[in-house]
């Protein structure tokens, strides 16, 4: 019976934690993808450039302030370019864990089919389900037996019907 409650609540995680994947990577990505100090002085150099170009009159001194211009366009492709290359490791970092919430739980259950394979999780009159006593009772073999492969069946049915009953 606590086996039938622990496989319940492992496939329900499984099956909510999917959903959490993006506060994850973004609180994992916080941590490993930082903002770097060459990028806050080129952020802070922008600020300075684009107040000394707002003091400037464009048509007295235009070729100055097209040079300070192209000084802030040259900083802001260079913020970008690091912009888009951490943005790029936070969607490999993104794939990386949901394959790996997705390869645990294959390899929870795999184990789990292996180290319970001839352990009834729970036993029934054979008549209640007769005509599929074999693959209710799959992988025991045992005659009334609910076997840990159906379980995991009802379970994942479950879940996907009270999710999208509750539209999660």
């Not at 993006?22 to 684009?50: C, H, P, Q, W, Y």
């Not at 490999?92 to 259950?109: C, E, K, M, N």
Request: proline fraction near 3%; aromatic fraction near 12%.
């Amino acid at each position: 019976m606590y086996l039938m409650i622990f496989v319940f609540l492992l496939e329900v995680l499984f099956a909510f934690l999917p959903t959490y994947i993006g506060i994850m990577t973004t609180l994992i990505a916080k941590l490993f993808f930082t903002v770097t100090d060459e990028e806050m002085n080129s952020r802070e150099e922008i600020k300075a450039l684009k107040e000394e170009q707002a003091q400037l009159s464009i048509t007295d001194e235009f070729v100055r302030y097209a040079k300070l211009q192209r000084q802030v366009d040259k900083l802001m492709l260079q913020i970008k370019e690091k912009g888009s290359e951490r943005k790029q490791h936070v969607y490999y970092l993104r794939l990386a864990v949901t394959a790996g919430i997705y390869v645990l739980h294959a390899a929870l259950v795999i184990a789990m089919m292996f180290m319970y394979s001839d352990t009834p999780l729970m036993s029934l009159d054979p008549s209640w389900v007769s005509p599929l006593t074999s693959l209710v009772a799959f992988p025991t073999g045992i005659s009334g037996a609910v076997g840990l492969g159906c379980w995991l069946l009802v379970s994942y049915s479950v879940i996907y019907r009270v999710k999208s009953v509750a539209g999660l």
